[in-house]
């Protein structure tokens, strides 16, 4: 199982950016898949999840600025990030439930994240 992230960046408030999640080692399009991000406080948040033949969340702080999209032909997940805020600041990592049963549920330990900076 192998989740690899990338699109993070510097970018000025009010500014977009779009997270990738590449999967691979499982099979993508029946697994449950979630965005968390690790704040400078350490804590990790869940800011989106796609649960299959459930429902999608997003985190309240984030609705109507973050969409969690997904494209089953490249096993990939996004996170479409508008109108970033200086609190959005964060590791972004994804994953899925068999990801964490391999290696806990700290986020910092699913991989290798990728670094939002939201600052002017």
């Known amino acids: 199982v192998q989740l690899v992230e990338s699109g993070g960046g510097l970018v000025e408030p009010g500014g977009s950016l779009r997270l990738s999640c590449t999967a691979s080692?499982?099979?993508?399009?029946?697994?449950?898949m979630a965005w968390y991000r690790q704040v400078p406080t350490n804590e990790c948040e869940l800011v989106a999840s796609?649960?299959?033949?459930?429902?999608?969340y997003i985190r309240d702080s984030v609705k109507g600025r973050f969409t969690i999209l997904e494209d089953n032909n490249k096993n990939t997940m996004y996170l479409q990030m508008n109108n970033l805020k200086p609190e959005d600041t964060a590791v972004y990592f994804c994953?899925?439930?068999?990801?964490?049963?391999?290696?806990?549920?700290?986020?910092?330990?699913w991989g290798q994240g990728t670094q939002v900076t939201v600052s002017s």
């Open positions: 080692g499982f099979t993508f399009d029946d697994s449950d």
């Open positions: 796609n649960i299959r033949g459930g429902t999608s």
């Open positions: 994953v899925t439930p068999r990801l964490m049963q391999i290696r806990g549920s700290k986020c910092s330990d």
